[in-house]
């Protein structure tokens, strides 16, 4: 699977939009692209995922740059119960199969 | 709907024993993966199950197993215990198909003493 780069690290005021970047320059063209996250001692959980498209739903908006080799996943307004690992995966569109996570970005949300 | 479910949510066991983990899709999801979460460290990908085949296994030694049921739950089996398998172990699950996105469980802690 290709690789994602995030940063370690965020810090968001609540109630405030949150941009969280990812960089994937060697998606190829097959490779959906998965956000996660994962509050504290929880298992992650899907936020959205896609290909081309732009994307929305009730949790973010996922924004895919024209050559995708970067994408930005958008918090609105950030609440406190957003502070989580949030992690871009990317995923061959080929078959099923295993997600492989990274580190990850460590989002801090303060009132 | 009722969402991935595993059992137990903590175990104790005793280094040398073995530990069955147990874990149950959501209705209409065929596949089943395994991970592994030590304390502070990142999700590292154990075993991957569809259709009651196992179709693909991470970077761990064979007392790591397990297998998928006919109804899709699966079970994980980890003998000889060492004290570094302490760890969440999360199982998640996702439908035919590949544009889709997988659904976690909350995980077992799994404490080896």
């Known amino acids: 699977d290709a690789k994602t780069t995030q940063p370690n690290s965020m810090e968001s005021n609540e109630e405030e939009p949150v941009h969280l970047p990812c960089n994937h320059s060697t998606i190829s063209g097959t490779d959906y692209i998965h956000w996660y996250r994962q509050l504290p001692s929880q298992g992650p959980e899907y936020v959205i995922h896609?290909?081309?498209s732009n994307v929305n739903n009730r949790m973010a908006s996922l924004a895919i740059a024209e050559d995708r080799k970067s994408s930005t996943l958008i918090l609105h307004r950030a609440t406190l119960r957003d502070a989580a690992v949030y992690y871009c995966?990317?995923?061959?569109?080929?078959?099923?199969?295993?997600?492989?996570f990274g580190k990850g970005t460590k989002l801090s949300v303060k009132p | 709907e009722a969402g991935v479910t595993q059992s137990p949510t903590h175990l104790i066991k005793t280094r040398g024993q073995q530990a069955t983990l147990r874990c149950s899709p959501i209705?209409?999801?065929?596949?089943v993966y395994w991970y592994q979460q030590a304390l502070g460290l990142g999700l590292q990908f154990l075993l991957w199950?569809?259709?009651?085949?196992?179709?693909n296994r991470g970077n761990f030694p064979p007392r790591f197993s397990g297998r998928q049921f006919p109804n899709y739950s699966s079970e994980l089996n980890v003998n000889a215990l060492e004290l570094e398998d302490s760890a969440l172990y999360l199982c998640?699950?996702?439908?035919?198909?590949?544009?889709?996105?997988?659904?976690f469980g909350s995980g077992t802690r799994l404490t080896v003493v």
């Open positions: 998640a699950s996702s439908r035919p198909g590949t544009d889709y996105g997988y659904t």
């Open positions: 896609g290909l081309t």
């Open positions: 199950y569809d259709e009651g085949e196992e179709r």
């Open positions: 209705s209409g999801h065929t596949s």
């Open positions: 995966i990317l995923h061959y569109g080929g078959s099923q199969g295993n997600l492989i």
